[in-house]
């Protein structure tokens, strides 16, 4: 039982960093594009309303791209350089964690033994949301994708951090944004 509390804080420490994963990123572009010809942005309703996720959601994933592009420079305009558009993908994941743990005939050691009748099933099931966010933007006079971020990571249902959480996500895809090209 002393080997198993030594490993404890291990575990602890494993699964509060595994909880905190950051966001994956990435973006691609139309090399030929020259981005800083755009000085202004808006939202392409069209896009946006096929998002599949609440309004609630999308107005804070508009508001952060929003307070990101505004903090780089960029004006929301009427008639807008690029338009930007969003789309989001979520998936369940599963995770079963099945620790046989059972002590050998020496009185330590991890693993099974069917030898012994003190064996036990440590088996625990975690369910957890990947969200994906794709940022879309639009050349808006020839109506082409000229740069794509992509962010992927853990959702959090907690209202309290889910804004904090978008906010992550949309700053995390957006420092790709104007990509830097070699001169």
């Not at 309004?55 to 505004?70: N, Q, S, V, W, Y």
């Not at 099945?98 to 991890?110: K, R």
Request: charged fraction near 25%.
């Amino acid at each position: 039982m002393k080997k198993i509390l030594k490993f404890l804080p291990v575990l602890v420490i494993l699964l509060l960093l595994s909880s905190c994963s950051s966001v994956k990123v990435a973006s691609d572009y139309d090399k030929s594009t020259t981005f800083d010809q755009y000085k202004t942005f808006a939202f392409y309703k069209t896009g946006i309303d096929k998002a599949e996720i609440n309004d609630i959601d999308k107005r804070r994933i508009l508001h952060a791209i929003e307070a990101e592009l505004t903090a780089k420079g960029y004006t929301k305009s009427e008639n807008p350089d690029i338009l930007i558009s969003i789309f989001t993908k979520a998936r369940e994941q599963v995770n079963v964690y099945n620790n046989n743990m059972g002590w050998g005939p020496y009185g330590y050691g991890w693993g099974w033994s069917p030898y012994y009748y003190n064996n036990f099933n440590n088996t625990s099931v975690t369910r957890s949301t990947e969200g994906t966010l794709f940022i879309d933007l639009i050349d808006a006079t020839k109506k082409e994708l000229v740069w794509q971020g992509v962010g992927s990571g853990v959702l959090n249902d907690n209202i309290n951090k889910k804004e904090e959480r978008i906010q992550e996500f949309v700053n995390k895809i957006l420092e790709n944004y104007p990509p830097e090209l070699k001169k």
